[in-house]
């Protein structure tokens, strides 16, 4: 006969699975670090920056056409961030399914990471900043702009890029914890067949009936 485990015995079963989750967890954060750089050079190049036209006054001057292309920092961004969330956030749910709601947060946190080292890098990347070049122009050149997050509210887009796989995982996927029921098995009673009387004559030429089964 077996006892069930004491408190203290799952306790001391339940402490490697705590570390080893938490190992992994600083282990996703730093994938979501070196997610965020390499985010950030393929944000630096693959925008477009709009350029500003020196004239011989000193004064600078952009295109209507390079006005359209002032948020294509922030297009690019929320269009990287989405690829770079997703992949964090199925990673995250293959390894921390088993904790539960939990998962989401973490994936989330993941993504906010990977969004602003995305962010400073890339800024960090554009070189010098805007002002100095222009001042340093001369009259003829083209200044682009400098490659900054106009619109903040896009880092949302990589936390929820990363929650995302999890919440469909969570809703979609099969039920773990579900018991899986066992059909009840149904015995059908197989009916008795009748006694038969059966008919038998002594030596004395009487009939009697004697009931036995009808089958043996």
Not at 68 to 73: L, N, Q, R, V
Not at 159 to 164: D, R
Request: with cysteine; aromatic share 6%; glycine share 8%.
């Amino acid at each position: 006969m077996t006892s069930a485990p004491t408190p203290a015995t799952d306790d001391i079963e339940t402490m490697p699975s705590r570390s080893t989750d938490l190992v992994s967890a600083a282990i996703f954060a730093g994938a979501a670090l070196i997610a965020g750089m390499a985010a950030a050079v393929l944000w630096r190049l693959v925008v477009r920056l709009p350029s500003y036209e020196v004239q011989a006054d000193g004064s600078a001057s952009v295109t209507e056409r390079a006005l359209t292309e002032f948020f294509a920092g922030d297009a690019w961004y929320v269009v990287i961030g989405v690829v770079v969330g997703a992949g964090l956030g199925v990673a995250t749910w293959r390894r921390f399914k088993s904790i539960g709601w939990p998962s989401a947060f973490l994936a989330a946190g993941l993504g906010v990471i990977a969004g602003l080292v995305c962010w400073q890098l890339g800024q960090l990347l554009d070189g010098a900043p805007f002002d100095e070049r222009l001042a340093a122009a001369q009259p003829g050149d083209s200044v682009p702009i400098a490659l900054a997050l106009r619109s903040p509210s896009a880092l949302a887009v990589w936390a929820f890029a990363a929650v995302t796989p999890i919440l469909l995982g969570s809703a979609l996927g099969p039920d773990e914890e579900a018991v899986a029921r066992q059909p009840r098995s149904r015995h059908r009673a197989v009916p008795s067949e009748p006694v038969q009387p059966d008919e038998v004559v002594d030596e004395r030429g009487v009939v009697r009936t004697d009931e036995r089964a009808g089958s043996q």
